[in-house]
Nanobody, 121 residues
């Protein structure tokens, strides 16, 4: 069973930065794409960023492009989300997800429990 544990959320002022971390259990982390998603109160869960198995291909939602950076360290079974120039509309619970294969297009089958990010104006 794969477990994903997120950390790094918190309260920050607009314009500030946070770095989210997700550590995965299991020995096949490097064989799967990883992603970050978020869900704000009263809204559906939405895509934030994805990264392929080797870290060579990344994708971002338009709303975070240029401000957020996704990266991974396969040796540490970790995926990171560096969030800069945060805005109040970035407030949400952020979830880490593991893909079904090497690339994000195959979908997601494991999810973390989420970490709260709150950006004050």
């Amino acid at each position: 069973q794969v477990q994903l544990v997120e950390s790094g959320g918190g309260l920050v002022q607009a314009g500030g930065s946070l770095r989210l971390s997700c550590v995965a259990s299991g020995r096949t982390f490097s064989s799967y794409a990883m992603g970050w998603f978020r869900q704000a109160p009263g809204k559906d869960r939405e895509f934030v960023a994805t990264i392929d198995w080797i870290g060579g291909i990344t994708s971002y939602a338009d709303s975070v492009k240029g401000r957020f950076t996704i990266s991974r360290d396969n040796a540490k079974s970790t995926v990171l989300l560096q969030m800069n120039r945060l805005k109040p509309e970035d407030t949400a619970v952020y979830y880490c997800a593991r893909g079904r294969s090497l690339y994000p297009k195959s979908g997601w089958n494991y999810w973390g429990q989420g970490t709260q990010v709150t950006v004050s104006s």
